[in-house]
């Protein structure tokens, strides 16, 4: 029986700090690694240009990683369900390792390509790796799921954390082994292309600068900007998006580029050596929302109907309006409303929106246009390149009131909203080029007079916020009543 290991990389584009390539290379030294570029997915209709072209970039970072590590990543095309227990078979690999997934379709996936591997008489193993405690690890006293985030922040934050994994020995600096020419040849005839296709031969085409520069060290050196300097102001600054306040490390997490381990050991590092409660307050807040993270990952995981519908009762036959024509205003930034607008003009233009703006046009689309909180959700997903389904349900239905929370109606104003959070207009003012010159006050509040407005090539309101807001009070104090 060959010693050859392949392992099967998704959610983890990486080499460092990767728990089940490190427990593959325990087992032996021969580890090959391989990729599926999943047809089910990228055929889906909410897959973000600039997404595929950061996973791209990714991998092709991950294949310089192997080939100096001394191995390959394979690539193969088409339905992973065929095509890895194929390749393994071809190459007599005796196992095939991979981390585990919360999604939906990732368990289904999986579990069909356990199957055939076990079939065929190839080992499997699975880790958990993208989560800093896996869900079955966090539960109530009662043994139950925590369906409120507060309570599972301090349980969560109470359990140790793990360090990060090495994937390959330090002291002795062994190398991986890859395939032989012979096995490299059976490889390609089972199905593994020589060329790592680009994001535009998969037919999505971007032409902006990324985000995020892609791979493992960009990432890592991402991580390191972050604690050295913006992470002592987060709480304070995060909500501004005209200010470089947040680690802009979503997409990276999202892809794996670096381990979740990784990032925590950099903030407890900064933790230990912070000499005031105000710079622990602000790391503390930082780590809540890597929590949130793993909130909606476990919510997912525990509840896969999330992915279908709301959590609440009240929101499975809401009366929602759903307005074309005023939904397509709203994802163009053509609403009337300055800060939406500006929002929805950086998600388009960049594939990226700042945490408070997804916030505030969140509500505002649900609360305000009445329109089924799932269309805006849809709409992240094909645009965002941190794209995340946990990540983006979570967030829709938080802001829909449809969801895990507490306190489940909540409204945004997005003239207050404006006012609090850019309060000299910049951040409107770069997005809405058309509105540069007009009076600050009237900016934020979007009470531009009808003369002013005539001469901007600007729209009206396509809502009053007010009436608004008292119409989906009605809709939803109904809905409880059903409830």
């Given at each position: 029986?060959?010693?050859l290991?392949?392992?099967?990389?998704?959610?983890?584009?990486?080499?460092?700090?990767?728990?089940?390539?490190?427990?593959?290379?325990?087992?032996?030294?021969?580890?090959?690694?391989?990729?599926?570029?999943?047809?089910?997915?990228?055929?889906?209709?909410?897959?973000?240009?600039?997404?595929?072209?950061?996973?791209?970039?990714c991998?092709?970072?991950?294949?310089?990683?192997?080939?100096?590590?001394?191995?390959?990543?394979?690539?193969i095309?088409?339905e992973?369900?065929?095509?890895?227990?194929?390749?393994?078979?071809?190459?007599?690999?005796?196992?095939?390792?991979?981390?585990?997934?919360?999604?939906?379709?990732?368990?289904?996936?999986?579990?069909?390509?356990?199957?055939?591997?076990?079939?065929?008489?190839?080992?499997?193993?699975?880790?958990?790796?993208?989560?800093?405690?896996?869900?079955?690890?966090?539960?109530t006293?009662?043994?139950?799921?925590?369906?409120?985030?507060?309570?599972?922040?301090?349980?969560?934050?109470?359990k140790?954390?793990?360090?990060?994994?090495?994937?390959?020995?330090?002291?002795?600096?062994?190398?991986?082994?890859?395939?032989?020419?012979?096995?490299?040849?059976?490889?390609?005839?089972a199905?593994?292309?020589?060329?790592?296709?680009?994001?535009?031969?998969l037919?999505?085409?971007?032409?902006?600068?990324?985000?995020?520069?892609?791979?493992?060290?960009a990432?890592?050196?991402?991580?390191?900007?972050?604690?050295?300097?913006?992470?002592?102001?987060?709480?304070?600054?995060?909500?501004?998006?005209?200010?470089?306040?947040?680690?802009?490390?979503?997409?990276?997490?999202?892809?794996?580029?670096?381990?979740?381990?990784?990032?925590?050991?950099?903030?407890?590092?900064?933790?230990?050596?912070?000499?005031?409660?105000?710079?622990?307050?602000?790391?503390?807040?930082?780590?809540?929302?890597?929590?949130?993270?793993?909130?909606?990952?476990?919510?997912?995981?525990?509840?896969?109907?999330?992915?279908?519908?709301?959590?609440?009762?009240?929101?499975?036959?809401?009366?929602?309006?759903?307005?074309?024509?005023?939904?397509?205003?709203?994802?163009?930034?053509?609403?009337g409303?300055?800060?939406?607008?500006?929002?929805?003009?950086?998600?388009?233009q960049?594939?990226?929106?700042?945490?408070?703006?997804?916030?505030?046009?969140?509500?505002?689309?649900?609360?305000?246009?009445?329109?089924?909180?799932?269309?805006?959700?849809?709409?992240?997903?094909?645009?965002?390149?941190?794209?995340?389904?946990?990540?983006?349900?979570?967030?829709?239905?938080?802001?829909?009131?449809?969801?895990?929370?507490?306190?489940?109606?909540?409204?945004?104003?997005?003239?207050?909203?404006?006012?609090?959070?850019?309060?000299?207009?910049?951040?409107?003012?770069?997005?809405?080029?058309?509105l540069?010159?007009?009076?600050?006050?009237?900016?934020?509040?979007?009470?531009?007079?009808?003369?002013?407005?005539?001469?901007?090539?600007?729209?009206?309101?396509?809502?009053?916020?007010?009436?608004?807001?008292?119409?989906?009070?009605?809709?939803?104090?109904?809905?409880?009543?059903?409830?």
């Amino acid at each position: 029986m060959s010693d050859l290991i392949l392992f099967w990389h998704r959610r983890d584009l990486r080499i460092y700090d990767n728990i089940g390539l490190a427990a593959a290379r325990q087992q032996s030294p021969k580890v090959v690694g391989i990729f599926c570029l999943d047809r089910n997915i990228l055929d889906l209709d909410e897959v973000a240009p600039a997404r595929v072209t950061y996973m791209i970039g990714c991998l092709q970072k991950l294949q310089q990683s192997y080939v100096e590590s001394g191995s390959q990543l394979l690539i193969i095309q088409g339905e992973p369900t065929e095509g890895i227990p194929r390749l393994a078979t071809a190459i007599n690999a005796k196992a095939v390792f991979w981390n585990l997934d919360v999604e939906p379709y990732a368990k289904k996936r999986d579990l069909a390509v356990s199957n055939a591997l076990q079939e065929a008489g190839i080992t499997i193993e699975n880790f958990w790796d993208q989560l800093l405690h896996a869900p079955d690890e966090i539960r109530t006293g009662a043994g139950t799921i925590y369906t409120v985030y507060t309570p599972f922040w301090k349980r969560w934050n109470s359990k140790p954390k793990t360090q990060p994994v090495e994937t390959l020995p330090v002291i002795s600096l062994e190398l991986m082994v890859g395939l032989t020419s012979e096995e490299q040849e059976l490889a390609y005839q089972a199905g593994a292309i020589q060329v790592l296709p680009s994001a535009s031969d998969l037919g999505f085409v971007w032409e902006s600068p990324l985000l995020i520069e892609p791979g493992e060290d960009a990432a890592r050196e991402k991580l390191e900007e972050f604690c050295d300097r913006t992470i002592y102001e987060y709480q304070e600054k995060r909500n501004l998006p005209t200010v470089n306040g947040t680690s802009q490390l979503s997409p990276a997490l999202k892809f794996g580029a670096i381990g979740i381990r990784t990032v925590w050991q950099a903030t407890q590092i900064v933790m230990d050596n912070c000499r005031n409660e105000e710079t622990r307050t602000n790391i503390r807040t930082w780590q809540q929302e890597l929590a949130w993270r793993e909130f909606y990952q476990h919510a997912m995981y525990n509840f896969p109907e999330l992915a279908d519908g709301p959590y609440r009762q009240a929101f499975k036959d809401f009366p929602w309006e759903n307005d074309e024509k005023i939904f397509q205003a709203w994802c163009r930034g053509k609403t009337g409303y300055p800060i939406i607008d500006a929002a929805m003009r950086q998600l388009n233009q960049t594939g990226w929106m700042h945490n408070r703006c997804r916030m505030i046009v969140a509500s505002f689309l649900t609360k305000d246009l009445i329109i089924n909180w799932q269309w805006g959700e849809k709409y992240f997903m094909q645009k965002l390149i941190d794209g995340d389904l946990s990540a983006n349900n979570g967030g829709w239905q938080w802001s829909a009131s449809s969801g895990m929370d507490p306190k489940p109606l909540r409204i945004f104003n997005p003239a207050s909203q404006a006012q609090k959070f850019d309060p000299e207009g910049e951040y409107i003012r770069h997005w809405v080029p058309e509105l540069r010159r007009v009076d600050t006050k009237l900016l934020l509040t979007g009470n531009i007079p009808p003369l002013v407005r005539k001469t901007l090539p600007y729209p009206d309101p396509i809502v009053d916020h007010n009436e608004q807001q008292r119409k989906f009070k009605e809709l939803y104090k109904q809905q409880k009543i059903v409830e």
